[in-house]
């Protein structure tokens, strides 16, 4: 059975699955800085690494994301949107809609039984709703990314964020600390109104059971309990999520090798 | 890299369909703004206007000639002159939210008027023709405090139903009376019916040519590209109608396209996608955006906004036996005078007419009165017209709003879509 990888180069992190037929052999993740080109490279060797295959043994590389021109290498551009879907409906056939919020975009895709895109609605040109909005705030709050999910969960009284830009939610933060407000509370407020944003732009595409949560936020267990409170369901979630994109790519590769239409 | 999304970097071979038409297309242009800069024959007065719903034909019955702001400004964007004027215009006071026309215009008149195209001249006279945007109305009131010229405020009413009202037809003409009165205090002259009749014959002469051009993308391929290289030849009908110089172009121009016919040339070398475009163009970034959809191979087919200036190709003429009243007419018969159920129902149709596979709306940020529904439409004709529809948004005007990566990945996204949904009905066996 040959052996394909799929390359997320997105805006903050750079995402490798290498897959042999349904099986992912291994993964990684890296951050992208300035040479984007390199840090593709990293990634796949990265990838490989984990799998335990030689770079020769890989018969077929995909590249999507921002980055995606920059994967030299490979043989196929994918938009992640494609991948997103594709990936999502491998990991969960019954996937109608896909939530994916990433470091700069969040997307809601619908997507048909087979896993294509029936259409789609992403937020618009600036940050407000993604990634980076709760990035900028955990620092504003002086907490690490990786924990403030969590802090969330232990809100008591959650704060109303209404800002819609990033920067002006940042100051709003500020505000709410020298008020003395608890920062989980803080905290919740900024999940719960990332969730508001996330739910207008499913709507757009029409909302229809199972939604997939994909992309890096995904991983923040705070951001999962706020989107389904918001739908009154609860959304599909892998430890995979993260590398939907990645893994969309590498069955768009299969599909291309064996001669659809990906 | 082989790919399904081309690269953004990758240059598209330039549009050689373009033949005689464009290279006259760009010498009428260079020509007009000569004229108006007074660098040939004695310049006649000039009457400022509104594209949508104007009164060229009246105006030009006086010997006035026509400069549209609107065209101007655009024609700065094309040339990447544009921010200039409207950085200009916001340290004036002009909020970042205000319509790129009116800060590209305002910003340019307060800089002395100076284009790399000509010198725009003062107006003698300024005709607000288009009343339905109620920013355009105040645009015309600071030109008016500018330069201290008379202001006519023609009023035109919405259209909420297809059927023109005798009302309505009454209301502007009258209103049309008070603007010749206007005219000939001004000028010192009496109206001359005979003479805007021979305008008016002009001018539909010009109609009947762009009507032929434009339905050319009902043809299967396309012999034109009825977004990208509409807007060019959008100049002769708006800004040159009732000159026989407008008409002779349309002659020029459908010449070249039976040519093409005959000789199979065509906009794209193969036709993958037939496109339906609504909305004004990111003029700022023309080509760019232009090499979106030609990646794909994608050609518009049919397009709305080469109609702001008359939808002469759903049935309305300038008719010579009744001109006051087919002037008023016309002026109801703005695109952007339409509601939206009418814009929605023109839309339809010509999906239908020009066999369009898909939609894409370009919405952009300064303009409510033509965008404000977009996302609407979409909705419909996805969901109502199982019509694949993209939305996207920069500006006109203002290249600040244009992201390039951004756009190029939800079209990219749209046309992989579009080409995975082909490839899986074209797998399908027949039972």
Redesign the interface.
């Known amino acids: 059975m040959t052996i394909v990888a799929g390359m997320d180069i997105g805006s903050t992190t750079a995402k490798c699955v290498v897959l042999e037929g349904q099986r992912v052999l291994g993964k990684s993740l890296s951050p992208v800085g300035v040479d984007i080109v390199k840090d593709a490279e990293r990634a796949l060797e990265a990838a490989l690494a984990d799998s335990g295959i030689a770079r020769s043994e890989v018969s077929f590389i995909t590249?999507t994301g921002?980055g995606?021109?920059k994967?030299?290498f490979?043989?196929?551009?994918?938009?992640?949107?494609?991948c997103h879907a594709r990936g999502a409906h491998f990991l969960f056939p019954g996937t109608r809609v896909v939530v994916d919020i990433g470091g700069q975009d969040t997307k809601a895709i619908r997507v048909n039984e087979?896993g294509?895109?029936?259409?789609?609605s992403?937020n618009?040109?600036c940050a407000a709703g993604t990634g980076r909005f709760l990035e900028v705030c955990a620092n504003a709050l002086g907490f690490d990314i990786g924990e403030i999910g969590a802090l969330s969960l232990q809100a008591k009284r959650p704060m109303r964020v209404t800002s819609t830009c990033t920067v002006f939610a940042e100051s709003e933060v500020a505000s709410y600390v020298s008020r003395g407000k608890d920062p989980k509370d803080i905290l919740a407020g900024l999940h719960a109104s990332i969730a508001n944003r996330t739910l207008s732009l499913m709507q757009?595409v029409?909302i229809e059971p199972e939604v997939t949560f994909t992309g890096g936020v995904s991983q923040n267990g705070g951001m999962v309990r706020a989107l389904n409170r918001r739908l009154g369901a609860s959304v599909n979630v892998s430890p995979l999520s993260q590398y939907m994109g990645a893994l969309g790519a590498a069955l768009?590769g299969q599909e291309r090798q064996a001669g659809?239409?990906? | 890299v082989a790919g399904l999304s081309p690269p953004l970097t990758a240059a598209a071979p330039a549009p050689a369909f373009l033949g005689d038409a464009r290279s006259l297309q760009k010498q009428m242009l260079e020509s007009y703004y000569a004229r108006l800069a007074g660098t040939g024959e004695k310049r006649p007065p000039v009457a400022y206007m509104l594209v949508g719903g104007n009164l060229t034909e009246i105006v030009r019955s006086f010997g006035y000639d026509v400069v549209f702001p609107e065209i101007v400004a655009l024609n700065c964007a094309i040339k990447h002159q544009s921010l200039e004027n409207i950085l200009h215009a916001e340290s004036m006071g002009y909020g970042l939210d205000v319509c790129g026309y009116v800060k590209n215009d305002l910003g340019l008149q307060d800089l002395g008027g100076r284009t790399s195209f000509g010198q725009i001249p003062r107006p003698d006279l300024l005709v607000c023709s288009f009343s339905g945007c109620f920013v355009y109305v105040k645009w015309w009131e600071a030109l008016a405090e500018s330069y201290g010229a008379p202001l006519f405020m023609f009023d035109v009413p919405y259209m909420r139903e297809p059927t023109v009202r005798k009302e309505d037809i009454d209301y502007l003409v009258s209103q049309l009376w008070e603007f010749i009165h206007l005219l000939e205090k001004k000028t010192g002259q009496a109206f001359d019916m005979a003479a805007l009749q021979r305008v008016l014959a002009e001018s539909r002469r010009a109609e009947e040519g762009w009507v032929e051009y434009l339905r050319a993308g009902r043809l299967r391929p396309s012999p034109i590209e009825a977004y990208f290289e509409a807007i060019f030849y959008m100049f002769p009908i708006n800004v040159l109608r009732g000159t026989p110089e407008a008409s002779e172009f349309y002659r020029v121009v459908n010449e070249e396209v039976r040519a093409r016919v005959r000789d199979g040339i065509y906009p794209l070398p193969e036709e993958t996608f037939r496109v339906l475009v609504e909305g004004v163009p990111p003029y700022t970034n023309y080509r760019t955006f232009w090499d979106f959809f030609r990646k794909w191979g994608a050609v518009s087919v049919v397009a709305t906004y080469p109609k702001v200036g008359g939808l002469f190709d759903r049935g309305f003429l300038h008719d010579p036996s009744r001109p006051l009243e087919s002037i008023a007419e016309y002026s109801l018969g703005a695109y952007v005078n339409q509601s939206w159920p009418l814009r929605r129902q023109i839309i339809s149709d010509y999906i239908q007419e020009y066999s369009a596979d898909a939609a894409i709306i370009h919405g952009i940020k300064s303009c409510r009165s033509f965008t404000a529904g977009q996302g609407d439409l979409r909705d419909w004709l996805i969901h109502d017209k199982g019509v694949p529809t993209l939305y996207i948004e920069s500006d006109h005007q203002d290249p600040r709003y244009f992201a390039p990566a951004q756009i190029k990945n939800r079209m990219d996204a749209f046309f992989e879509s579009l080409e995975q949904r082909r490839a899986v009905s074209a797998q399908k066996v027949p039972a």
């Open positions: 590249g921002y995606r021109y994967v030299y490979g043989q196929l551009v994918v938009t992640e949107i494609s087979k294509e895109v029936v259409d789609f992403m618009d040109k757009r029409g768009h659809g239409a990906s």
